[in-house]
């Protein structure tokens, strides 16, 4: 066994090797024998062979980076044989292959992979040739080749080419393009243009042959294709070129699985070669992938017509096996390529004789002609291939042509109607329409049904339906009435005739008893499934079953009768269909008088009374039995009988007739039916559904008794051509509807039970119409009610009303009826019904217009016709609201962070004037839609005018407060007059963030027992308070977030706050914590000050405390000056339902407590500005810090390399200093030192600091009572030792010196002015100071000023350019004497700090002048914002930070920016003050944007633009841009070399231009002049002299060397003179100011010891302490009239809201650094003066009371006695006893008599000065009463 195994496996290894040496020949003879014909294919193979070798070479060899293109290109053209060859080189660098592609017309045609050999480097004879044919000529070409090496490909060279008709062996005509030279040899004859000439437009404009070609277009209805493929072939280019040709084929179809197109894949094997069914994929993508998945087998035979046979009997069969489908075109698309090895002939007769089927032929190779033309049908339809399979895909086009011309010839075959329709009752409201699907190409059903007889009420209901779904099409919602049903049947080209049936809805609550005797006998299975299966369900289908309804019964009959489903026992229809399916069937004799006997007897047997009975006999022959008797017997019993005969003596064509027999049962059966067999029993369905429908209501009215008469019929809504009728329902379930007709036509209509109004349409106008109303239903019709009415007569049609202006309207209507005569238009006001105007119009007039109305009144236009005999018919109305005007140019003209003023213009009416009724409506709505505000402005409210514009008198201006900062906002303006509002005008805009210098920080509780919704509102207003700062910017508002628990957690850190997207998104997640009732006041503090811990020195630190289920003073420490000592300021919301304090010494400032969580946005705002308002009223410590913080504190690097760091000094001299120096590890040194009184100090230090280290130098001032102000800078070092600032730390300068702050300032300072007397004191001149501090600075530039200087960084200035104007810019500075101006200003402030009269100075007067540098391209940017402060050294540093920033030159933009950013100008003017803002622009070229139009509005400002142009520049441009006159704001260089020489002049002009001066007219300034030639004119100020007075420049001469160095002269002053010595002995007193009831040993007696830590005010707002008592001078005189004595202390007072004595919080302000005991001590003190004041008020009224009795009893005396002397000297007598008697004691009064009267002594309280003021004025009042 094992040696017979061994053999068998030696005989199979010899036979395997025998094949392989055979196809190896066969490989090698093909190979050699390559000729035209199979030359690709030789191609082919070599090709695959060397890819591989160099794929395997290229493992070894590194592939080019680069290839250059082929070269020497030549191009041969045959026309006759519509062919071409390309001949092309190799570059030096040899590639593995090119990329050979043809195209047309910009389509890609053929794509060709040509190999290239493996050639040496520079081997110019390795050419290579490609063919291409089957060209069409005159068709522009066009071939594109690439040389490939894996992924890199060189350049494209490309030849264009005509093809033309005429015949040419060798045409030559050719173009090239490419990127490289493309050389060829013997440039053929041009027949294109040149190839600079050349586009592709130009091969639009070659004429193109008239010709049709076929464009394939996407197959996308349903569809069966069965590709069968022959895969016998073991040649690999043969199964590529049909795969491709499948591919292009299924390509063009939409290939889905449900109605659309399926696809099936066979071969011609033997052993039924199916490759995939119908069913197997669903997509083109995955049919692709099965076509690719397709491989050949070779050495098989082809069984073409086994094939053909089993995709005829099988694989095309609608069975659901394979996925063939019904009514659906197929395609059979056969690939052959060899003959087959069986017959065809009577396969593929059997194949074509499939209905609608077409087959597709294409042949190639052995294939025989005669097979193809047998499957085809015949020769004309083969699309036989000659090439072999070479090209054979290109034959997809022909295939599909040839198909689609097949399937056309299909889709244009009619299509039947449908036909056997049966109907199925669901419901009394629903029924099922059911009919036989067709056996032609149906693609899809329209349907459309309506109730008949219903006029215009009767609404058509369109639906669409598919193919299968014809067994149920529901109808729902149907009222108990008549119905038409049609269907329509759609192929794809074709539509079927309409069929129409109807059905009445009134049958489908029928009651009748129905019997069927159906016999069975001589039944065959097949019949008796017909007969049960189809004809008994559709019948019981048709009906409503239910003990209410209809009731069916079935006998089954032969030899006897069986009751297989009794009337009583079935009665729902699931049941009987149920029953149904269960019967089986006995053969025998046909007894039909025996079953006709048994129905009589028993099947009736449970009859309904008044219920019509109902038999149908569905038999196949006569009866064997005597069937008349019973027959009788039934008729007499009122019996209707059905007589159903099934048989096949059929004399027509029709399956159904009625029958003709004359014997038997059928004379006495009322409906008699023939039908041909059992198949088609079930088509008289719905005949018999209708007759028993009839036969039943005719059995009601014969029995029951007239229907109900209907009730309340009644007419509404009488029209020219129509009615209403209504009428009341009922709910007697024997009405099925209601039929209504009129005289005016013998139609009548019908409507269901279940409406109860209907609409008569198609009326004639003004005739009299009787409407008859019955019901009918169950019984006998009722009696018939009647309606009379009248239609109306034709009024106009169609009346509208238009404005077309402010004053007109155009009123149009249509003409009713040709009897019309005339129009007539009346015009009234709709609210008084005042006419206005009435218009008449002829017939063929249709519209009017009038010019009598006004803007903002509703007008009703009313239009009539006019008949013969002036009938006028009734007015027609058309309402209009004539437009009042919106307002224009609704615009925000400044918005802040808490208001916004916006603006429009007036309106304006030209007919009369209105403007006391017309009234601006302005709504604010924030971004959730809420209305915020609304304000009402009269139109003849006159503007306050606004400083730089001078249109108010035609435009309005409207504040509007109380905004919440960073806030969205929508605002919306309307104009409202008569009741009427115009057209709405929106927009939209933020309000700002607040972006002071803050350090806020959020704790917040969120208990966990909140509700969901509490927990989303408290986190929505925290984020909302959030939104409120600019938290971008580390220099401003650093926020931090930190919610409270029993261990709080931080939220939001400092560094996280900076990205606004992140803070959001983290408070967005804040959610319940747990913990907060075991938070302790200690753990709450300590959190607070790790809070608070890096916070920065002299910024105000805010509190925000937001409380849910806590009460803040469970947690606020019991002192709470310990925050304030602290600079904290605490801000705190609190819920209302919290628990009360446990004490109440807790101060109430800054404590809002909310009734619910619904009232967060009612103190948004305020909880803001009481943040904002910490840093205009700071605490203590805050103040402290400020006057001790250094400002502008830089470092420096030495020549010698080590460090030098340079800051301001603090306004309060410090103690001494702390410096340390550390890096982000650790604190490398730290130095205590002691420093000379400056305004600027240095302190140098040896460097030995890394390279590439980021470093911060610390500086902090400490006071004697260790206070410390700390500010820092850090700077960076580079691997060469240079150093960087990084970041500077911000100082906190007062630069406001526009009009807002002047507004306030000199509001505060006239308040503070006024004596008692009400005198007020002169203003202080801001010029006398700045002229002054200018002269001791030895500068001509005007203190007070602002210089910007705007720089040009664009593409026009080069590095060098840049360098000199570093240079230039550093020199200008210089010689500005800035640094000085800036010492004296300094200077300035200190004296004024030392003498306490600092808020009487404007901010002007200690400005300096601020600097600022902004370089711009495209974009601008602030190099150095706006400062003062600065030294000549930092100035340096700024500007040697200048880069270029390239791109374009946009001036405007940069003008604009200047203009709008904070960091320079901001939205301010100067205007109002005596100094300007100058900016100096230096540009290289011309703007690409307009700037002209910005620096216009920069002028407007305040702001004088200073021109300096370099190079190519505009003149006339640049004098638009500068200021007037342009001939000295306006500069012209060549070279940025001639700035030197420019430097004076430009400093000059700034000089000139920064003090505000009056305008010099032609004769002062001649007075100017004369006063320099020593005649004396008018005091004047000097300004630049006129263009002509000046002498005129020569030419700038060439620049000659520089000079010798002079020698060093004597070192100059170091600055301006030092800061004075220390203050002397305190001087006298003042003289005494007004009393007070307390003084200072009382307020001793009353303060505690340990009150000496209370707060001080700041310097400009301070007060007395008692500390001040102890040097007090001695008591000085007292004066008589103290009270109206020279000025005291009183014009000292604070800000408003700023408490009496130090340390108390002012209204709404942060509570101040009190002391433990202040608030009793301040209620002692207030006590004290209440009661002293009440008691000499009680004297001072008791002496009054006493004047006055004296009076009266002087005044009757004189009159008893007749007293002839005057009454005033009676009077001045009983005066001066008064005085004498009480004046000791009302001059203790006024005195103080046991107070210093020479102390300046405040009172402790607010309160207590409000006590003092209104005694004061009473008692001042009553004894001016008493002297007058």
């Known amino acids: 066994m094992m040696s017979a195994r061994i053999l068998v496996c030696l005989m199979c290894v010899v036979i395997v090797l025998q094949l392989a040496l055979a196809n190896s020949a066969r490989e090698e003879e093909s190979l050699s024998d390559v000729t035209e014909n199979n030359g690709r294919a030789s191609r082919f193979r070599e090709f695959k062979i060397a890819l591989k070798a160099e794929r395997r070479k290229s493992k070894l060899v590194p592939k080019p980076d680069f290839l250059s293109p082929p070269r020497d290109l030549w191009l041969r053209k045959n026309a006759e044989k519509q062919r071409i060859s390309i001949t092309w080189k190799a570059a030096k660098i040899s590639p593995e292959y090119f990329d050979v592609r043809l195209s047309t017309n910009g389509q890609p045609t053929r794509k060709r992979l040509v190999m290239a050999s493996t050639v040496a480097a520079g081997d110019e004879n390795n050419a290579y040739k490609q063919r291409f044919k089957s060209l069409q000529t005159n068709t522009p070409y066009t071939i594109k080749i690439t040389s490939k090496y894996g992924n890199v490909s060189s350049t494209s060279v490309k030849i264009s080419f005509f093809l033309e008709g005429r015949t040419s062996s060798s045409s030559q005509d050719s173009d090239f393009d490419t990127d490289d030279d493309v050389h060829q040899e013997d440039p053929p004859k041009q027949f294109f243009p040149p190839k600079e000439d050349l586009t592709e437009e130009f091969f639009e404009t070659v004429p193109k042959p008239e010709r049709s070609a076929y464009v394939p277009d996407i197959i996308d209805h349903p569809l069966d294709v069965l590709f069968m493929v022959d895969r016998s072939s073991s040649f690999d280019p043969e199964l590529l070129e049909t795969k491709c040709l499948l591919r292009n084929l299924t390509a063009h179809f939409h290939v889905a699985y449900y109605r659309k197109v399926r696809i099936a894949l066979m071969n011609f094997d033997e052993n039924q070669g199916l490759e995939f069914s119908f069913r197997r994929y669903s997509d083109a993508y995955t049919y692709d992938r099965a076509i690719e998945m397709f491989s050949s087998r070779s050495g098989v035979d082809n069984r073409v017509g086994h094939a053909l046979t089993y995709a005829s009997q099988t694989v095309l069969q609608p069975n659901g096996a394979y996925g063939s489908r019904r009514n659906v075109a197929k395609v059979v698309f056969v690939i052959l390529g060899s003959d087959s090895q069986d017959y065809v002939e009577q396969a593929a007769r059997e194949l074509r004789g499939r209905p609608y089927l077409v087959t597709v032929v ?222 089986r ?492 009732s075991v938070l302790t006041p200690d753990t709450f503090k300590e959190t607070v000050m790790k809070t608070f811990a890096d916070s920065r020195s002299g910024v105000p630190r805010i509190l925000f405390l937001v409380l849910t289920n806590q009460h803040y003073s469970n947690l606020m420490p019991e002192k709470e000056d310990e925050l304030a000592k602290e600079g904290i300021t605490s801000v705190i919301l609190q819920m209302s339902h919290s628990s009360q304090p446990p004490y109440s010494n807790q101060s109430m400032m800054h404590r809002y407590i909310l009734d619910g969580f619904d009232q967060f946005n009612l103190v948004l705002n305020h909880a803001v500005i009481d943040t904002v308002r910490s840093d205009e009223f700071p605490l203590k410590r805050v103040e402290i810090e400020r006057e001790l913080l250094p400002s502008r504190l830089t470092v420096y690097q030495e020549s010698a390399g080590d460090g030098a760091a340079e800051w301001w000094a603090s306004h309060e001299w410090p103690h001494h200093y702390r410096i340390s120096l550390k890096d982000p590890v650790r604190v490398l040194w730290s130095h205590n030192v002691t420093l000379p009184r400056r305004l600027q100090l240095r302190y140098s230090f040896t460097s030995g600091l890394r390279s590439s280290t980021n470093y911060t130098l610390v500086l902090e001032s400490f006071n004697p009572q260790d206070v410390s102000a700390r500010t820092t800078v850090d700077f960076r070092t580079n691997f060469k030792h240079r150093w960087t600032i990084v970041k500077r730390a911000p100082t906190r300068e007062t630069r406001s010196k526009t009009r807002n702050s002047l507004v306030v300032i000199q509001s505060r300072s006239q308040r503070r002015n006024k004596g008692k007397r009400g005198r007020t004191r002169p203003r202080v001149r801001p010029s006398k100071y700045l002229k002054a501090i200018s002269e001791r600075a030895n500068s001509c530039l005007m203190a007070g000023c602002n210089v910007v200087f705007l720089i040009d960084g664009s593409n026009a200035t080069r590095s060098h350019d840049l360098n000199l104007l570093k240079n230039w810019l550093k020199r200008l500075i210089n010689s500005l004497q800035i640094e000085a101006i800036d010492k004296a200003a300094e200077y300035k402030k200190r004296q004024a700090i030392r003498r306490h009269v600092l808020h009487r100075l404007p901010p002007i007067a200690t400005y300096g002048v601020g600097l600022s540098i902004v370089q711009y391209a495209e974009q601008a940017k602030v190099v150095l914002p706006m400062m003062t402060r600065l030294t000549r050294r930092q100035i340096n540093q700024y500007v040697n930070s200048m880069k270029l920033s390239g791109g374009g030159a946009n001036t405007g933009n940069a003008l604009d920016f200047v203009r709008r950013s904070r960091s320079v100008f901001g939205n301010n003017s100067t205007r ?230 130090p340390g108390l919080q002012g209204v709404k302000g942060e509570p101040g650094a009190a002391i433990a005991s202040l608030e009793e001590v301040s209620h002692n003190i207030c006590q004290s003066m209440i009661d002293a004041y009440e008691s000499k008020f009680m004297e001072e009224m008791k002496m009054l009371k006493r004047v006055e009795s004296s009076i009266n009893i002087l005044r009757d005396q004189l009159e008893t006695n007749g007293y002839q002397g005057s009454f005033e000297q009676q009077l001045q007598r009983l005066i001066r006893g008064l005085n004498d008697e009480d004046g000791p004691s009302r001059a203790n009064n006024f005195k103080g008599e046991k107070g210093d009267p020479g102390e300046d002594v405040r009172c402790g309280c607010e309160e207590a000065n409000n006590v003092l003021e209104r005694t004061s004025d009473t008692h001042q009042t009553s004894m001016l009463k008493v002297r007058n």
């Open 362 to 583: 294409v042949g190639y190779g052995d294939a025989k002609e005669a097979s193809l033309a047998a499957i085809a049908g015949s020769a004309d339809d083969v699309i036989r291939h000659t090439d072999g399979a070479n090209n054979l895909c290109d034959l997809w086009l022909h295939a599909h042509e040839l198909m689609w011309k097949k399937l056309r010839a299909l889709y244009s075959i009619p299509l039947k109607p449908p036909r056997g329709f049966r109907l199925g009752m669901s419901h009394s409201t629903v029924v099922d329409m059911k009919w036989s699907r067709p056996d032609d190409l149906v693609n899809y059903y329209s349907i459309q049904y309506r109730p008949l007889r219903m006029g215009e009420d009767g609404q058509i209901v369109k639906m669409k339906a598919n193919v299968g779904q014809e067994h149920r099409i529901r109808l729902m919602n149907l009222d108990s009435t008549e119905y038409e049903f049609e269907v329509v049947a759609h192929g794809i080209d074709q539509t079927s005739p309409p069929v129409t049936v109807t059905f009445d809805m009134a049958c489908a609550a029928t009651k009748v008893d129905a019997l069927i005797l159906l016999d069975t006998s001589n039944l065959k299975d097949a019949e008796f499934e017909w007969l049960a299966r189809g004809f008994l369900k559709s019948f019981v289908d048709g009906f409503v079953i239910g003990w209410d309804a209809a009731r069916i019964g079935i006998i089954l009959y032969a030899n006897e009768a069986t009751y297989v489903a009794p009337l009583s026992t079935f009665t729902v229809k699931q049941e009987l269909m149920w029953r149904i399916d269960q019967l």
């Open 585 to 1076: 069937f006995d053969g025998g004799s046909r007894n039909t008088g025996s079953a006709l006997s048994f129905a009589y007897f028993y099947g009736f047997e449970y009859v309904r009374r008044d219920v019509p009975k109902i038999l149908i006999v569905v038999t196949n022959g006569e009866s064997n039995d005597d069937v008349t008797r019973t027959a009788k017997k039934l008729r007499a019993d009122g019996t209707s009988l059905f007589y159903i005969e099934v048989g096949s003596d059929v004399d027509n064509d029709d399956e159904v007739r009625q029958a003709g027999n004359e014997e038997g049962l059928q004379p006495y059966a009322d409906y008699s039916y023939f039908v041909e067999s059992y198949e088609y029993l079930d088509h008289i369905q719905y005949n018999m559904s209708r007759q028993i429908c009839d036969e039943a209501f005719g059995y009601y009215k014969s029995v029951y008794q007239p229907l109900p008469v209907p009730t309340n019929v009644r007419v509404r809504d009488i029209r020219n051509t129509s009615f209403e009728i209504l009428w009341d329902g009922t709910e007697s379930e024997l009405i099925t509807g209601y039929t209504i007709s009129h005289n005016g036509t013998s139609e009548f209509f019908t409507t269901g039970k279940h409406r109860t109004e209907f609409t008569l349409y198609d009326l004639l106008p003004g005739h009299i119409y009787n409407v008859s109303f019955q019901a009918k239903g169950y019984g006998k019709d009722s009696a018939t009610v009647h309606v009379i009415t009248t239609t109306a007569i034709f009024p106009p049609l169609g009346v509208a009303v238009e404005q077309i202006s402010q004053g007109s309207l155009h009123i149009s209507w249509q003409a009713p009826s040709d009897a019309v005569i005339r129009y007539k238009v009346s015009i009234f006001i709709r609210q008084s019904q005042q006419m206005i105007q009435t218009l008449y119009a002829d017939k063929y007039t249709n519209s009017v217009d009038t010019t009598s109305v006004y803007p903002g009144y509703e007008y009703e236009c009313r239009v009539e016709a006019v008949y013969v005999d002036d009938v006028a018919s009734g007015p027609t109305r058309a309402y209009i609201v004539t437009d009042l005007p919106a307002p224009q140019d609704f615009r925000v003209f400044t918005v802040a962070e808490t208001q916004v003023q916006l603006e429009w213009k007036f309106l304006r009416f030209s007919h009369y004037q209105t403007h006391d009724k017309l009234v601006y409506l302005v709504r604010l709505f924030d971004e959730k839609g809420n209305q915020v505000d609304e304000r009402q402005f009269h139109n003849n409210t006159r503007n306050l005018p606004l400083q730089g514009r001078n249109d108010h008198d035609q435009t309005f201006f409207a504040i509007i407060s109380n905004l919440a900062p960073g806030r969205r906002y929508n605002a919306t303006l309307q104009a409202q007059m008569n009741e009427q509002t115009s057209t709405l005008r929106t927009l939209q805009f933020s309000a700002l963030r607040v972006n002071l210098a803050l350090d806020v920080a959020i704790l917040f509780e969120m208990a966990p027992n909140l509700q969901d919704r509490d927990v989303i509102m408290t986190r929505e207003f925290i984020q909302s308070f959030a939104n409120c700062y600019a938290t971008e910017d580390s220099n401003n508002v650093r926020l931090q977030v930190v919610q409270l628990s029993n261990r709080p957690v931080r939220v939001v850190s400092t560094d996280e706050a900076r990205n606004r997207t992140l803070l959001l998104q983290e408070l967005a997640e804040l959610y319940s914590k747990a913990g907060t």
């Open 1472 to 1701: 109002s003050l005596p100094t300007r803002n100058i900016v100096v622009l230096v540009t290289s070229g011309k703007s690409e944007d307009n700037a002209s139009h910005q620096a216009i509005k920069l002028k407007r400002e305040g702001a004088l633009v200073f021109v300096v142009g370099v190079k190519e520049i505009n003149k006339q441009w640049a004098n638009t841009i500068a200021s007037n006159p342009p001939s000295t704001f306006s500069m012209e260089l060549n070279s940025y070399d001639l700035l030197d020489g420019l430097r004076e002049r430009v400093k000059r002009t700034i000089c000139q231009a920064s003090s505000r001066r009056k305008k010099v007219t032609k004769s002062s300034r001649s007075k100017f002049y004369n006063k320099k030639n020593g005649t004396k004119g008018r005091k004047t100020t000097p300004r630049l002299p006129a263009r002509n007075l000046i002498p005129k420049r020569g030419i700038h001469g060439a620049k000659g060397d520089r000079g010798i160095r002079g020698v060093p002269g004597p070192k100059g002053a170091s600055g301006l003179k030092g800061e004075r010595g220390h203050l002397g002995p305190r001087g006298l007193p003042g003289p005494p100011g007004p009393p007070c009831l307390i003084g200072p040993e009382q307020i001793k007696e009353i303060i505690p010891r340990e009150a000496s830590t209370e707060r001080t005010p700041i310097h400009r707002h301070k007060r007395s302490t008692s500390d001040d008592f102890e040097d007090l001078g001695p008591v000085g005189p007292v004066k008589s009239e103290a009270w109206l004595g020279v000025r005291g202390r009183r014009g000292s007072r604070g800000y408003p809201g700023v408490q009496g004595h």
